[in-house]
């Protein structure tokens, strides 16, 4: 059984920086790709970055250059620094692995940028 646990969010000033982190367990860790993704009120969910087993990434437009996405396969955990945060970062992230085909979410944390 796969399980998918987000945690790290808050509530941070604009500019300022926070770390979200997600465990993942019930698959091969090391070998799958991993995403983050967000979703604002009244919005749809945005894909925010990926990271592959590998370690290459990749990152929406809106969060390139602030944002990094990083892995650590020993404890089978993925990360997002976050910094230089906006209010419009505001929104539940949500992490996303794929295991044969089938899409595994999170519950999701929520992250609020406000003064």
């Known amino acids: 059984q796969v399980h998918i646990v987000a945690s790290g969010g808050g509530l941070v000033q604009p500019g300022g920086s926070l770390r979200l982190s997600c465990i993942i367990s019930?698959?091969?860790?090391?070998?799958?790709?991993v995403d983050w993704y967000r979703q604002a009120p009244g919005n749809e969910r945005e894909w925010v970055a990926s990271i592959t087993s590998g370690g290459s990434t990749n990152y929406v437009d809106s969060v390139k250059g602030r944002f990094t996405i990083s892995r650590n396969n020993a404890r089978n955990t993925v990360y997002l620094d976050m910094s230089s945060v906006k209010p419009e970062d505001t929104a539940v992230y949500y992490c996303?692995?794929?295991?044969?085909?089938?899409?595994?979410w999170g519950r999701g944390t929520q992250v609020t940028v406000s003064p």
């Open positions: 996303h692995a794929t295991r044969q085909g089938v899409d595994f």
């Open positions: 019930g698959i091969n860790f090391k070998i799958h790709p």
